[in-house]
């Protein structure tokens, strides 16, 4: 698999035709603990340090990740392509219920990271759909050492939704870039990725 430097992704976000109004949005998706989140971040700090919504804020709790999915396309997607403000509502995980709205800043570039996030309700509005994958076994150490022992009973819970949710939407198939997070491959994970082209 080749190495794609973040430079060189952030280039190919930059060239990509804006789908959602004049804002190019990148989705960042796959499964619980694939690296999502870092590989968003690292991308935005080379897109001029464009905003990022994290999907983790819209979940209405533990069974809520395809409502979630509809909800960043009805709330952020697609008022960003009808030229309207975007805003979501943002789920309290400590009291478990709906919290205030967040307000999704105007930029040229948004990135929407977290699993969901490039689910065909929001699909026409997106310039690129990157896929992040890893080893089960992997991605549960790091959700373990992420979230420590709170995520070990919902694991399986959340991994049941993301196979049905990504099977009926055919999302690594759809991705334009699937990235390895996990790969043999040398390189910096601070500077590269190592990827293959998708569709």
Do not use: N
């Amino acid at each position: 698999m080749p190495i794609v430097t973040f430079d060189a992704l952030a280039a190919r976000v930059r060239a990509a035709r804006p789908r959602a109004g004049w804002t190019t949005v990148v989705a960042v998706d796959g499964p619980a603990g694939s690296g999502k989140t870092t590989l968003a971040a690292r991308l935005a700090s080379r897109l001029g340090d464009a905003p990022v919504v994290h999907m983790d804020d819209l979940y209405p709790g533990w069974d809520g990740l395809a409502q979630a999915a509809a909800s960043v396309a009805s709330q952020v997607l697609e008022p960003l392509g009808e030229g309207r403000p975007a805003r979501y509502r943002r789920w309290d995980w400590h009291r478990d219920r709906w919290a205030g709205w967040v307000d999704v800043p105007a930029a040229p570039v948004l990135v929407v990271e977290g699993c969901g996030s490039g689910s065909t309700p929001g699909a026409p509005y997106l310039a690129l759909l990157l896929w992040v994958e890893a080893p089960h076994d992997v991605r549960m150490a790091r959700g373990f050492e992420r979230d420590g022992d709170a995520f070990r009973p919902y694991w399986e819970r959340w991994a049941r939704q993301e196979a049905a949710l990504f099977a009926a939407e055919r999302t690594r198939e759809r991705a334009d870039l699937r990235i390895d997070t996990a790969s043999p491959v040398p390189h910096d994970p601070s500077r590269e990725v190592v990827a293959e082209t998708g569709r």
